[in-house]
């Protein structure tokens, strides 16, 4: 499995990838300047969390490694790995409904709280990763 040594990086693509969950003790980068906005990372092996201008964006239950990561009006893509089932959670739109895709699969439509927070788990381990596509319906 691969982790983001340098905790956060912009991708070639233009995406960010972000998350160590190997990393026993907690550790953050703040103020890591992407496409005019400003982001931090907290993780470690318990959890992983991106904010962006002092905005939630994602977190994860336990730490997950996170790549490349992109975000538009209407969806939300990236691929994780971790050392074990994760939970999940996102920010979205306030009171929307999302179709969540797990490696292509859809599971289901899933309706934002008033926050736009959106959970769901995904099954990892043993090297496995998951691709997330989340589109607003």
């Given at each position: 499995?691969?982790?983001?040594?340098?905790?956060?990086?912009?991708e070639?693509?233009?995406?960010?990838?972000?998350?160590?969950?190997?990393?026993?003790?907690?550790?953050?980068?703040?103020?890591?300047?992407?496409?005019?906005?400003?982001?931090?990372?907290?993780?470690?092996k318990?959890?992983?969390?991106?904010?962006?201008?002092?905005?939630?964006?994602?977190?994860?239950?336990?730490?997950?490694?996170?790549?490349?990561?992109?975000?538009?009006?209407?969806?939300?893509?990236?691929?994780?790995?971790?050392?074990?089932?994760?939970?999940?959670?996102?920010?979205?739109?306030?009171?929307?409904?999302?179709?969540?895709?797990?490696?292509?699969?859809?599971?289901?439509?899933m309706?934002?709280?008033l926050?736009?927070?959106?959970?769901?788990?995904?099954?990892?381990?043993?090297?496995?990763?998951?691709?997330?596509?989340?589109?607003?319906c």
């Amino acid at each position: 499995m691969a982790v983001v040594k340098e905790l956060i990086r912009t991708e070639e693509n233009g995406t960010i990838s972000f998350g160590d969950y190997e990393k026993n003790q907690k550790s953050k980068v703040s103020d890591y300047p992407h496409q005019g906005d400003m982001y931090k990372v907290k993780t470690f092996k318990e959890i992983t969390k991106l904010e962006r201008n002092g905005m939630f964006v994602y977190e994860s239950v336990p730490g997950t490694a996170v790549f490349g990561l992109a975000q538009d009006g209407s969806q939300m893509s990236f691929r994780v790995e971790g050392p074990e089932d994760a939970q999940i959670t996102v920010e979205l739109e306030a009171e929307a409904v999302y179709e969540v895709y797990l490696d292509g699969a859809s599971t289901g439509k899933m309706e934002t709280n008033l926050g736009g927070k959106l959970s769901f788990s995904v099954e990892l381990g043993n090297g496995s990763a998951v691709d997330v596509k989340i589109v607003k319906c």
